[in-house]
């Protein structure tokens, strides 16, 4: 919104009026992300339920594995599982209700959407252009949004400290959470980072073709003759063969960086919670570390996967720029 001064009966008003073209933008953002949240979120789910069965074994500490919590007509539920779908029926209202009654001037949770959409909208365009956000952004603000929910989603009280287990000399033991952080899962990781590398694949053919996605990974770059050009080829082709074999691991990386540092955070939140007397207390501050780790986490994994389809489809961006200079 815009504030201005506004000469009336000889004294002066504050007149508030709303920045059309950003907030149009803004909203039409919003609409699409509420069209795409469930069939993003139903995507990540259902290559998770592939691997959800790995139940954990006896371990000491937090499991390294989500725990099984029930079998409803065979089907495997896990406790990360759980959190999950609450987390995304949590943003699937959340988007609802900031939409349903849009107004010019937003208040409320509509305003608070709208900037949060366009933070993420401008941030995005200046990462990977404005040509490519068009098209991306759909998918880039989901996963941003829904990684840093679930990130805070595992902070709260009661999430892998509520369950059953078993009383022993040392106190009650935990053995079955009802609850897990829903990251601290490599399933839901590595379902994110495929879904991601399925639409990378999709994004580079439609914006460069299968001709120029096979250039952009092994074509020599820039313009040379003669023998330089052949062993420019051979050298670019090699060069291309080592990236294939780095674009194969990258789902790997992707899962591994985000369940990685997902788990250890949890580790040792539960580490410090074991501390005589004053456990409640020592968690303090890594409670505030963990907020603060769970938005940066958040935060690369969007921007990694932003740029790894810029690096792919950067040949057609600068074709697309040139013009406009």
Request: some cysteine; overall charge neutral; hydrophobic content about 50%.
């Amino acid at each position: 919104m815009t504030v201005k001064w506004n000469k009336s009966g000889g004294s002066r008003d504050l007149v508030t009026r709303p920045r059309l073209g950003k907030t149009a933008a803004a909203r039409h953002e919003v609409v699409k992300l509420l069209r795409t949240l469930p069939i993003v979120c139903g995507s990540i789910l259902t290559l998770g339920f592939g691997t959800v069965a790995m139940a954990a074994t006896e371990e000491h500490g937090l499991s390294q594995k989500a725990v099984e919590i029930a079998t409803p007509f065979g089907f495997p539920i896990t406790n990360s599982m759980v959190v999950t779908w609450i987390v995304t029926i949590g943003l699937i209202v959340v988007a609802q209700l900031a939409t349903r009654r849009m107004q010019e001037i937003p208040q409320g949770l509509q305003n608070f959407v709208e900037w949060l959409i366009e933070s993420l909208y401008g941030f995005l365009e200046g990462v990977i252009g404005p040509h490519l956000v068009k098209r991306t952004f759909w998918f880039f603000a989901t996963i941003f949004i829904f990684i840093l929910a679930a990130n805070w989603a595992g902070l709260v009280p009661g999430v892998g400290s509520m369950g059953w287990g078993h009383h022993t000399p040392e106190g009650f033991q935990l053995d079955e959470p009802f609850f897990r952080g829903a990251n601290a899962d490599v399933n839901l990781t590595m379902a994110m980072a495929l879904v991601f590398f399925a639409n990378w694949i999709i994004w580079g053919l439609r914006e460069s073709g299968p001709v120029g996605f096979f250039k952009e990974l092994f074509a020599p770059k820039g313009s040379t003759t003669g023998a330089l050009k052949v062993l420019l080829t051979v050298v670019f082709f090699a060069a291309g063969c080592l990236e294939v074999v780095s674009i194969l691991f990258r789902p790997i990386s992707l899962s591994f960086r985000l369940y990685g540092n997902v788990f250890a955070g949890e580790t040792m939140l539960e580490t410090m919670a074991r501390v005589p007397h004053i456990g409640w207390l020592v968690q303090v501050p890594f409670y505030i570390l963990e907020l603060l780790v769970g938005f940066v986490q958040a935060l690369v994994f969007m921007l990694l996967t932003a740029v790894f389809t810029l690096l792919i489809c950067q040949h057609h961006e600068e074709g697309a720029a040139s013009p406009g200079h």
